[in-house]
């Protein structure tokens, strides 16, 4: 038995938001990225029991570790493609070349890193939760019809969650609460701009950062709040979109290479135009959009096709009821939060390096204070990232409304 510890976390590369950008000349150096996920022990086989024994047998001789799949104590991925009737070959993370070199190389063409992809994003935010929450995540279990021929439903635990990579051939994602599993889409594109996506090229939802945590973090807060599945009010399903939107979205500020190359474009303004406040780039393009599938802080004009910043309108929470558009406006709220806490942390940095006026002089910002803005805004994007999960313990176990949730949320981040 080696006397070397275990290392604390696996390195796997991947896609800092999607395939499309690293298209983008500024943009391909800083895409891709490597997660650091809880380290998951290599799979040993079961203990060798003869018959006389097998009785005796308990689940420590089980297969246990990380299986090629990936499958491991919270997920298992399974790649089948019901399209062409396929099963693809599941990665071995264990190999010792693909240990070796961090995972495989990003490729939209790889089946075995699309396995790698979804799995490295799901951990990644399940580590962000068990952070915040201080316990273990648990699967929502699955209720099921009694046997011969008894009445009534049973419980049944989910040990893992189960994702498909390529389960549908449609422009869609999702998390499916009878199969506790989630569901990716591919599809062929259709962009109003064909300079930034090429038209007919196929599009892997599981290749993107943001609906892989999205999609995740509807199974975690199934697991949580399982009446949140039920539309007893408008709110409640869009307080489920809002939320998973809320994480995939401030999980972007923990990658320190993509910050820094936005602080340095935004000079530090982050309620500008920026990468970090999108969802969904490469799919809102490839649907037809002239941007990013929702964005929190701004939205296209549809006069002139570009950016603008995006004014709250008090009718909304009145007249929006598809549950992404009213979620949107709790997630809107959330991040106007951080965009103030996060102006309040470096005002006195803004005022050193322009010498008391607060105004920064022209020119690229030095790469010190890139340094140092990035550092305030990483910090405060994970405070608010731990307020609002922590926050989940703290909702109606069965119903709630987004004006009632507002308030425990946002209060503690205006002290």
Known sequence: MSTTPKPPFRKLRGYAFDPALSLQMDMASINTIVYKIPWEEVAREATKVDDSTKSNQNKDDEIIGLKPGPVGEYLEVIDFDPTVGKFYKPVDLN????????????????????????????????????????????????RELKKNNQKGEYENYVPRLRIYPHALREANAYYSPQKKALLFGYFSSVPANESIQMPASLVFTCLSHDIIAHETTHAILDGMHRHYNEPSNPDVLAFHEAFSDIVALFQHFTFPEVLKNQIRKTRGDLASQNLLGQLAQQFGSAIGSYGSLRDAIGEIDEVTNQWKPKPPNTTDYRTVMEPHGRGSILVAAIFDAFISI??????????????????????????????????????????????????????????????????????????
């Not at 939209?108 to 396995?115: A, D, R, T, V, Y």
């Not at 050193?352 to 105004?359: E, K, L, R, Y």
Request: hydrophobic share 40%.
């Open 342 to 415: 996060y102006k309040d942390r470096v005002a006195d940095l803004l005022r050193i390096a322009s010498n008391g006026t607060g105004i920064l002089s022209q020119g690229e910002l030095p790469s010190d204070l890139v340094n140092r803005l990035a550092d305030e805004a990483s910090k405060a994007a994970d405070h608010v990232l731990q307020m609002c999960i922590r926050a989940l313990d703290y909702c109606p176990l069965l119903t709630l409304r987004l004006v009632t949730i507002c308030v425990p949320l946002l209060r503690p981040m205006s002290i």
């Open 95 to 142: 190999d010792s070349y693909i240990l070796a070199q961090d995972g495989l190389d990003p490729s939209e063409g790889n089946p075995q890193f699309h396995q790698q992809m979804v799995y490295a994003v799901g951990m990644t935010t399940i580590k962000n939760f068990e952070r915040a929450l201080g316990r273990r995540v648990i699967w929502a279990p699955k």
